[in-house]
């Protein structure tokens, strides 16, 4: 089962698809649209939350492109999403204006598929990669 889920193809794919996915929303941190300020003035954290975060993403985004990294990416998307997600539970509903619950779909879809990156990457992480010795 593990060698079907750690097809190579799979594994770029879903990679590409938390790029994809937190490079979209990228745009709209940066530049401020209204739906952005909304949620940062929400949770108390507009402009600098909004900025930082979008900085943090960034970042991860650069570290998911390169192979050797994909760990350090997978982890940061993981924490990036988790509070995205607890966001969204504590202070502002599933729903934010009118969106249909796309924002909090869109961070579980990255949380999970960070999971799934973090699984097959676990033998590049350190302290971790000591759990699983080669033979």
């Keep these: 089962m593990e060698s079907i ?16 996915i937190i490079g ?6 940066y530049t401020g649209s209204e739906e952005s300020r909304y949620i940062f003035t929400i949770l108390g ?3 600098w939350g909004r900025i930082g975060l979008a900085v943090l993403e960034t970042i991860c985004i650069g570290f998911l492109l390169f192979p050797k ?3 350090v990416g997978a ?3 993981f924490n990036l999403m988790l509070g995205a997600i607890l966001s969204h539970f ?34 590049k992480i350190p302290y971790i990669r000591d759990l ?4």
């Excluded at 979209?24 to 941190?29: E, G, N, R, S, V």
């Excluded at 504590?90 to 879809?109: E, K, P, R």
Aim: zero cysteines.
């Design 132 to 135: 699983f010795p080669t033979n």
């Design 69 to 71: 990294l994909v760990w």
């Design 90 to 123: 504590v202070f502002l509903g599933i729903v934010v204006q009118d969106d249909g619950g796309l924002l909090f779909l869109l961070a579980v879809i990255v949380f999970l598929f960070s999971i799934y990156l973090l699984y097959f990457e676990r033998k």
């Design 75 to 77: 982890l940061l998307a």
């Design 24 to 29: 979209q929303t990228l745009y709209f941190k």
């Design 45 to 47: 954290m507009e402009p």
């Design 5 to 20: 889920l750690r097809n190579t193809y799979l594994f770029h794919v879903i990679r590409f698809l938390i790029v994809f």
